[in-house]
């Protein structure tokens, strides 16, 4: 093995101390630590300068680095001159590059407590200007669609397009699932109830009632909310990351314009025909149970489906699955507008998207049952 790198020292005057490398300094080796010179430093209090001399020196890696590092450092603190002499050229650079950002001061935080009412505080001062952030970008949603109504909204139709196939087809074998499932769900815990009154038959009611005027929507908005409205922010997010959405502006661009609203139009108009479609699922979930039992049959079953069923249940179920796209896209849209300029930021970014939509979507679900209530419908 090779002999590490050496250390010597030299004093040309009484407040210069030079210190001279020779030899490989790189690491896995015995190299000489810069405590060495600090100690020789501090016992010479009049040396107000050091000279480092690397004429000598051989192959180099890291080890050197942050032996000259350590130095450097050091004389920044203690107010001391540093000279170089004969130091390659790389080492500088990095050097340099190593002192051109210094770490911020505070960086790291120590563990703070914080008490209950400063938690409190914070949380409903985020809550007001979330609020507002969501008024404000309520607003802009509004005056885009009122300019799409007018003809003038800047957008390309291609977009719709593909969001429209992205929003609608591709998202049919999961709602297809959950909606076979929920109804079969609904039927199971309905036919134990009321068998115990020998009122079977009226499995089909329970089903159709919940599924067509409730629960489809609420389960398709919840869906859609994951898939599409996460999907939302992150796409916007990472535009924003990348600065595509500084640049449509420089344009001259509507960002609402050209990016949220095809996506509020697509869920708007698709949201409910995927609810009409999990209506249908979710009733032929029904019946496989409903008709597992000695005393129903499928006519039966789709004869008190018909019967319990009525226009105004199935008009109330699209009319909140409207609802429900609309707050799932300008959820995931606005998330996304808002989003950092980092990595970390776009995943954020999409969980609360997802979190806002879902509170959404069972807040307008609990208006819409008041105000069905009060209307007697």
């Known amino acids: 093995m090779s002999t590490p790198g050496e250390l010597l020292f030299e004093q040309p005057s009484e407040d210069t101390l030079k210190v001279i490398l020779s030899g490989p300094w790189k690491l896995g080796k015995d190299l000489p630590s810069a405590d060495v010179v600090l100690e020789k430093v501090k016992g010479a209090p009049s040396v107000r300068q050091i000279g480092i001399d690397a004429q000598g020196l051989a192959e180099w890696d890291t080890g050197l680095l942050i032996f000259l590092d ?13 000279k170089s002499k004969g130091l390659p050229q790389g080492v500088k650079n990095l050097l340099e590059l190593a002192a051109a950002v210094p770490e911020k001061k ?38 885009a669609f009122l300019k799409l109504l007018r003809g003038k909204a800047q957008y390309r139709r291609t977009d719709l397009g593909l969001i429209l196939e992205a929003c609608g087809a591709q998202a049919l074998p999961i709602v297809t699932l ?48 994951g898939r599409t409205g996460g999907a939302f922010a992150a796409q916007l997010g990472t535009m924003q990351v990348n600065q595509e959405i500084d640049a449509l502006k420089t344009l001259g661009l509507s960002p609402m314009e050209f990016l949220v609203l095809p996506r509020m139009l697509a869920l708007a108009l698709m ?5 009409l479609y999990a209506n249908v699922m979710g009733v032929m979930g029904g019946a496989v149970v409903a008709v ?4 129903i049959s499928l006519i039966q079953y789709y004869n008190q489906t018909t019967g319990a069923v009525g226009l105004w249940d199935l008009g109330i179920g699209l009319f909140s699955s409207a609802v429900f796209g609309v707050i799932v896209a300008l959820s995931g849209c606005m998330r996304g507008m808002q989003c950092g300029r980092s990595a970390s930021a776009v995943g954020d970014a999409a969980t609360s998207a997802v979190v806002t939509a879902i509170v959404g979507i069972i807040v307008a679900t609990a208006i819409i049952t008041v105000i069905t209530s009060v209307l007697g419908v």
């Open 70 to 82: 350590d130095i450097w450092k050091f004389c920044g603190e203690q107010k001391i001159g540093l």
């Open 106 to 143: 505070d960086a790291r935080k120590a563990d703070e407590r914080v008490s209950f009412l400063v938690l409190v505080g914070n949380e409903v001062a985020g809550f007001s200007r979330s609020f507002s952030d969501l008024l404000e970008f309520v607003g802009d949603a509004t005056v």
């Open 178 to 225: 959950i909606s076979f499932l929920v109804g079969m769900i609904l039927a199971f815990v309905g036919a134990i109830q009321l068998k115990m009154f020998g009122a079977e038959i009226y499995v089909a009611d329970l089903v159709g009632i919940a599924m067509v005027r409730l629960m489809a929507a609420i389960m398709t908005g919840i869906v859609m909310a």
């Open 271 to 275: 949201m409910p025909l995927l609810a």
């Open 292 to 295: 597992s039992m000695p005393d």
